[in-house]
DNA sequence: GAGGTAGTTGTCTTA
DNA sequence: ATAAGACAACTACCT
């Protein structure tokens, strides 16, 4: 464009996540010398349009909850833009498809998006930006969804995103100021937006689904209803001073124990950087305060540190061409995982945490870890990519990076790597909530189980069961497996993967050699159930599988886990569940079990 | 480059 | 009660 005259703009300020007017420099950007900014939002069918043969009610990928917050948010987005003289346009579509074709109908000679580092996104993105490089359009996209530029992130440590939160935090500088609001005025669409369909916020009801008025998440979208929770978090000085995420009761559901602005976070509802900033200003007043990791300040580090892996490393959202994800056979077993999924494990805190995650669409982080250790690498020896899926569907707060980087973390397939240390899906929550209220409030079955019994209602004589209107294995599912021996075996397959990982795959495996890695895994694993099922049966516990042995010498089995025998399961699973009386306290190491 | 160190959040027992 | 130690153990990063 040959220069001289200031030629007016006319912006399209494309909203997808950052639904929010505050700290916006997209936004931002779109104001600047522009005779209209077209505030725009896409409906995209292929995520919004219900799919009833979907696990949960929701779209193709994504859960009511989700998208209910999303709809409040844009509704409350709508309402701010309307405040200012304008409003926020709703199209239906699939971007790659309205935008040129908005372009064209509303001459748009500048088009303003948030960068966005998730796959889909950057494949949708380059696509749009190359539509609009051919007319002419200009395109911005700051970064604001996170507090960094993970590409400088990644620059700073040699092209590759650092592997550890410590070598990550090294690499940081200060993060930007979030902008000064004040001054920005929002010009207006025109009132004639040629014949383009612009539609109002749809309800739930609009989009097609029904009877959803019970359990819906506690949490309301929007920006509003996002600042007032940030300042009802920060308000509380002392507690936001000395904050420690490891500290935090997993089971508190009255009053969660961490502020609640995930969701927020991951709609842009809430700009981290003003968050960050009202942090480090509370901490300033503040005496002392705690730190990274476990401080709320590190909290907002470890959501850039998963950014930047996520968007630095391939396949970040796969085991298999994943070059930071260990290769390992995980079982792709339609009925655990479904157990799992529906909260029907027979673990009570297990099917409680599942619930809520259902109900709420968001669970503490402990809670997150205890359920996904227990697909996993705990007990149940699942895909995590099967559990990152049910998250991604269920959570409000739903991250890409994050929940990809996280179950990685949780499985033990990058970032984390003691196997050995597993969640008990009994003792663990007892030690925040020994009497059992989370489950009992979330799983009605067992409101008056005795407390004795509630994180092993299998336990309970028949006598009690009957009394608390709860019979096991009828009113409430029986374990699906035995902790004592599924966490023991898993931890046996996890040494032996690792084995064969450092064995197979200095640097990134080629294709060939992780199938050749997985036969190999998957023989061991085959002939190991084989084995324990004998091994169940006759108390020998010698591993028969010669070439794969794992470095970790397996144990004989403790005599206590014969007792009573397997009981039989409808699922047929491996694993049988645990006998009636599991109480009996771990032996010290006992002069036979070292044999060999 | 070899070796040492430390790592957000395990469990169980013992002191 | 809380804390420390044992358990058994991995690896990215740094020196």
Redesign the pocket.
């Known amino acids: 464009m040959a220069g001289g005259a200031k030629v007016e703009k006319r912006s399209i300020m494309w909203f997808r996540k950052g639904l929010r007017l505050h700290d916006n420099p997209a936004l931002h950007k779109s104001c600047q010398d522009a005779s209209h900014v077209f505030p725009l939002f896409v409906l995209d069918p292929f995520f919004l349009a219900p799919d009833p043969t979907a696990p949960s009610p929701g779209s193709r990928t994504v859960g009511v909850n989700r998208i209910q917050f999303l709809l409040e948010s844009l509704r409350d987005l709508n309402a701010s833009l309307e405040s200012r003289g304008s409003k926020l346009l709703l199209v239906q579509g699939n971007p790659v498809e309205v935008l040129p074709e908005l372009i064209e109908k509303w001459s748009i000679n500048r088009l303003c998006f948030e960068f966005d580092t998730e796959p889909y996104a950057q494949d949708r993105d380059q696509q749009i930006k190359e539509i609009c490089d051919h007319r002419g359009v200009e395109v911005h996209t700051p970064v604001s969804h996170t507090l960094f530029d993970p590409r400088e992130v990644i620059a700073k440590?040699g092209g590759?995103p650092?592997?550890?939160?410590?070598?990550f935090c090294?690499k940081l500088g200060n993060p930007p100021k979030p902008l000064d609001d004040a001054t920005v005025k929002v010009p207006a669409p025109p009132g004639d937006l040629k014949d383009v369909k612009v539609v109002p916020v749809p309800s739930l009801e609009d989009l097609g689904y029904v009877d959803l008025k019970e359990d819906f998440t506690p949490f309301r979208g929007g920006e509003t209803e996002g600042l007032k929770r940030l300042e009802e978090s920060l308000a509380n000085k002392k507690w936001v001073s000395e904050f420690e995420?490891?500290?935090?009761d997993p089971t508190a559901f009255l009053k969660p124990a961490t502020t609640c602005l995930s969701p927020y976070f991951k709609f842009g509802c809430v700009s981290a950087r003003l968050f960050y900033s009202r942090l480090l200003a509370v901490y300033a007043e503040s005496k002392k305060h705690t730190q990274p990791?476990?401080s709320l300040e590190?909290?907002m580090l470890?959501r850039e540190f998963f950014y930047t892996a996520g968007y630095g490393t391939p396949n970040f959202d796969r085991m298999v061409g994943n070059p930071?994800c260990?290769q390992i056979p995980w079982k792709d077993d339609e009925n655990l995982l479904s157990c799992w999924r529906d909260g029907r494990t027979g673990y009570p805190w297990i099917d409680a945490a599942m619930i809520q995650l259902r109900k709420w669409g968001w669970l503490h982080?402990?809670a997150r870890?205890a359920v996904a250790c227990f697909l996993t690498r705990g007990d149940l020896f699942v895909y995590w990519e099967k559990g990152r899926d049910v998250f991604d569907r269920l959570l409000v707060d739903s991250d890409w990076a994050l929940n990809n980087g996280?179950w990685m973390?949780l499985s033990a397939s990058a970032?984390?790597?003691?196997?050995?240390?597993?969640?008990?899906p009994?003792?663990?929550a007892k030690?925040y909530d020994p009497d059992g209220k989370y489950i009992k409030h979330f799983i009605p079955a067992l409101k008056d189980m005795p407390k004795a019994y509630i994180y092993e209602p299998w336990t309970a004589p028949l006598s009690v069961q009957k009394q608390a209107n709860c019979i096991i294995g009828k009113d409430y599912p029986k374990p699906v497996v035995d902790h004592a021996i599924a966490n023991k075996k898993c931890r046996d397959r996890m040494?032996a993967a690792?084995?064969l990982?450092?064995q197979a795959a200095p640097g990134q495996p080629t294709q060939e050699q992780v199938n050749t890695l997985n036969n190999k895994l998957t023989a061991n694993l085959e002939g190991e159930a084989d084995e324990q099922d004998v091994a169940a049966a006759t108390d020998s516990g010698e591993d028969s599988s010669p070439s794969l042995k794992?470095?970790?010498?397996r144990q004989r089995k403790l005599p206590f886990q014969k007792k009573g025998g397997p009981a039989a399961t409808e699922s047929g699973e491996e694993n049988s569940p645990p006998s009636p009386k599991p109480k009996v306290?771990?032996q010290?190491?006992l002069p036979f079990q070292k044999k060999g």
Do not use: E, M
Request: no cysteine; charged share 25%.
């Open positions: 440590n590759k650092p592997l550890t939160y410590q070598a090294r995420k490891p500290k935090g990791p476990v590190g909290q470890w930071i260990k982080h402990l870890h996280n973390w970032f984390f790597a003691q196997y050995h240390r597993i969640y008990s009994i003792t663990f030690k040494g690792y084995a990982n450092k794992p470095k970790v010498k306290t771990r010290r190491k």
